[in-house]
């Protein structure tokens, strides 16, 4: 926006903007017309003012959080629903941090939730909350023995980068010392992620993930107790932290290191997730949010195989077992990834190699109507 002379309050711009204006004219070709433009546009503003990294964070949530027509933002987080012989299972798709006010709840979603009996999560939400438990588990799993380091196990050049790193985060490297690398990697994304959803210039508050900014699933868990609605957890939280403590020291180390090379592109790594799960763009979503596993084939393996292959027989425990003669839906709130597991590991089952296919081989066995 320009700052013109003749209006109040005036509006500013930055230098970029209009450097980017003048470009159009490459575009087509027109350079002869660069230099009159920038006088006449310059000509009509009283001064132009630098955009600062606030300002551009700012904008960010202001998009994410101001209601905007159909043409203008998709908000259609991913949701699948599989028909059993006597109910149905909505898949949903969570995302852990969310901006303050982020609108994410699409009218699909909002019929599964008012047809649904019963949420389950991931894990029970008030274990992952009590701090009593948390400090116990991760005390437990996450810290190394005494007369072990951290930085110790770092070559220098990785050392001076978590220093930085943790120095950035508001996080002294002495505190974190102790840590086990897998928590040390946890630690630092999810502080990222904090500072990313939070307000800019805030330092990053771990409390606010169950608060102002937490995510979908503490949302849809609070939503479903005030709405009295049944809850339920596929696995527990010392489960999920085993799929990190259970990593060999090597696999911990190299978690470490790649979490400390991709730190200067978190934030953008982040966006671009934010804006694929909020938009339902499955491809892009599956890209960001699964590009870098393959480093780590053990992880991988418990984390999206094995894990999910315990949730299956519970996941067709509920096609089966319908709340009343209408069918009534139950909800499940999982991580993106784990929906998609799902899906494949049904289409195994029934030896189909696509939706339709199962839904016509279900019915040859009875499953459906």
Same mark, same amino acid.
């Given at each position: 926006?320009?700052?013109?002379?003749?209006?109040?309050?005036?509006?500013?711009?930055?230098?970029?903007?209009?450097?980017?204006?003048?470009?159009?004219?490459?575009?087509?070709?027109?350079?002869?017309?660069?230099?009159?433009?920038?006088?006449?546009?310059?000509?009509?503003?009283?001064?132009?003012?630098?955009?600062?990294?606030?300002?551009?964070?700012?904008?960010?949530?202001?998009?994410?959080?101001?209601?905007?027509?159909?043409?203008?933002?998709?908000?259609?987080?991913?949701?699948?629903?599989?028909?059993?012989?006597?109910?149905?299972?909505?898949?949903?798709? !969570?995302?852990?941090?969310?901006?303050?006010?982020?609108?994410?709840? !699409?009218?699909?979603?909002?019929?599964?939730?008012?047809? +649904?009996?019963?949420?389950?999560?991931?894990?029970?939400?008030?274990?992952?909350?009590?701090?009593?438990?948390?400090?116990?588990?991760?005390? $437990?799993?996450?810290?190394?023995?005494?007369?072990?380091?951290?930085?110790?196990?770092?070559?220098?050049?990785?050392?001076?980068?978590?220093? +930085?790193?943790?120095?950035?985060?508001?996080?002294?490297?002495?505190?974190?010392?102790?840590?086990?690398?897998?928590?040390?990697?946890?630690?630092?994304?999810?502080? $990222?992620?904090?500072?990313?959803?939070?307000?800019?210039?805030?330092?990053?508050?771990?409390? +606010?993930?169950?608060?102002?900014?937490?995510?979908?699933?503490?949302?849809?868990?609070?939503?479903?107790?005030?709405?009295?609605?049944?809850?339920?957890?596929?696995?527990?939280?010392? &489960?999920?932290?085993?799929?990190?403590?259970?990593?060999?020291?090597?696999?911990?180390?190299?978690?470490?290191?790649?979490?400390?090379?991709?730190?200067? &592109?978190?934030?953008?790594?982040?966006?671009?997730?934010?804006?694929?799960?909020?938009?339902?763009?499955?491809?892009?979503?599956?890209?960001?949010?699964?590009?870098?596993?393959?480093?780590?084939?053990?992880?991988?393996?418990?984390?999206?195989?094995?894990?999910?292959?315990?949730?299956?027989?519970?996941?067709?425990?509920?096609?089966?077992?319908?709340? !009343?003669?209408?069918?009534?839906?139950?909800?499940?709130?999982?991580?993106?990834?784990?929906?998609?597991?799902?899906? !494949?590991?049904?289409?195994?089952?029934?030896?189909? $190699? &696509?939706?339709?296919?199962?839904?016509?081989?279900?019915?040859?066995?009875?499953?459906?109507?």
């Amino acid at each position: 926006m320009l700052a013109c002379r003749h209006r109040a309050p005036q509006q500013v711009t930055d230098a970029e903007v209009l450097r980017e204006i003048l470009h159009r004219y490459v575009a087509i070709d027109r350079r002869d017309a660069i230099g009159p433009a920038s006088d006449a546009l310059l000509g009509v503003v009283d001064e132009v003012f630098p955009v600062e990294r606030g300002d551009v964070e700012r904008a960010r949530n202001l998009v994410l959080t101001t209601p905007l027509s159909a043409r203008e933002a998709k908000v259609a987080p991913a949701l699948w629903k599989i028909e059993g012989t006597h109910g149905r299972v909505w898949l949903f798709g !969570s995302f852990h941090l969310l901006p303050k006010g982020m609108i994410w709840r !699409s009218p699909a979603l909002e019929a599964a939730l008012n047809e +649904a009996q019963q949420l389950d999560f991931e894990v029970d939400m008030d274990e992952a909350q009590d701090p009593e438990r948390m400090g116990t588990l991760v005390r $437990a799993l996450g810290f190394l023995p005494p007369g072990e380091s951290l930085h110790r196990m770092l070559a220098v050049e990785y050392r001076r980068k978590l220093d +930085a790193t943790l120095a950035d985060l508001g996080l002294s490297p002495e505190n974190v010392d102790r840590m086990r690398p897998w928590l040390a990697a946890l630690t630092i994304t999810s502080l $990222a992620a904090l500072r990313k959803t939070g307000k800019p210039g805030d330092r990053p508050d771990p409390s +606010a993930g169950t608060g102002e900014q937490g995510g979908a699933d503490i949302q849809l868990w609070n939503w479903a107790h005030d709405n009295n609605r049944q809850r339920g957890a596929l696995e527990t939280v010392e &489960s999920q932290l085993h799929i990190f403590a259970d990593l060999t020291h090597g696999e911990e180390v190299q978690y470490l290191i790649v979490t400390l090379q991709q730190t200067d &592109s978190l934030n953008d790594d982040l966006d671009k997730l934010l804006r694929a799960w909020r938009s339902g763009d499955l491809k892009r979503l599956d890209r960001e949010l699964n590009g870098d596993t393959d480093h780590f084939p053990q992880m991988r393996d418990a984390l999206l195989t094995q894990r999910h292959a315990k949730w299956v027989p519970q996941i067709e425990q509920m096609l089966a077992d319908g709340r !009343s003669n209408q069918g009534i839906a139950r909800q499940l709130v999982v991580s993106l990834d784990t929906v998609k597991k799902h899906v !494949s590991h049904v289409l195994g089952k029934l030896g189909a $190699a &696509s939706r339709t296919e199962a839904i016509a081989r279900a019915r040859q066995l009875g499953l459906i109507p």
